[in-house]
C-alpha cells in the first residue's frame, strides 16, 4: 500500500514564500514522475508542475519564475518552494506521485489529501 501524505500549507502575506511537501510511504520502488495542481475556490483544478525522473521540470505559465519543482529521491518526497506569492495563488495544492512498487513493475499514479495555500493580508 502506497499513501501520500502534504504538508507546507497555510497563511502567508502577499509576497511571503511557503513550501509544500508531497511524501510518499510504504511499498516504493522508485517514482518516475510527480505533479503539483491546485483548485481554487468555484475554478476548475489547474495544473501547476511537474518533475519527470530525469529532473527535468515544467511550469504552467501563471507560476514561471516564482515556483521551483525538486525532488528528494532518498526520502521519497516532491517539493514545491513558492515564493513571490499571489492572492491569485490561493487555492487547494495537490500532489500526484507515478509510482512503480517493484522492479520491472507497472507505473501507477496515487494521489495526496491536498493542502490548503492562502494568500491574503
Known amino acids: 500500500q502506497v499513501q501520500l501524505m502534504e504538508s507546507g500549507g497555510g497563511l502567508v502575506q502577499p509576497g511571503g514564500s511557503l513550501r509544500l511537501s508531497c511524501a510518499a510511504s510504504?511499498?516504493?520502488?522508485?517514482?518516475?514522475?510527480g505533479t503539483w495542481y491546485r483548485q481554487a475556490p468555484g475554478k476548475q483544478r489547474e495544473w501547476v508542475a511537474s518533475?519527470?525522473?530525469?529532473?527535468?521540470?515544467n511550469y504552467a505559465d501563471s507560476v514561471k519564475g516564482r515556483f521551483a519543482i525538486s525532488r528528494d529521491t532518498a526520502k521519497n518526497t516532491v517539493y514545491l518552494q513558492m515564493s513571490g506569492l499571489k492572492a491569485e495563488d490561493t487555492a487547494v495544492y495537490s500532489c500526484?506521485?507515478?509510482?512503480?512498487?517493484?522492479?520491472?513493475?507497472?507505473?501507477?499514479?496515487?494521489w495526496g489529501q491536498g493542502t490548503q495555500v492562502t494568500v491574503s493580508s
Open positions: 518533475i519527470v525522473s530525469g529532473g527535468a521540470s
Open positions: 510504504g511499498s516504493i520502488f522508485s517514482i518516475n514522475a
Open positions: 500526484s506521485l507515478d509510482i512503480r512498487k517493484s522492479v520491472g513493475g507497472r507505473k501507477q499514479t496515487y
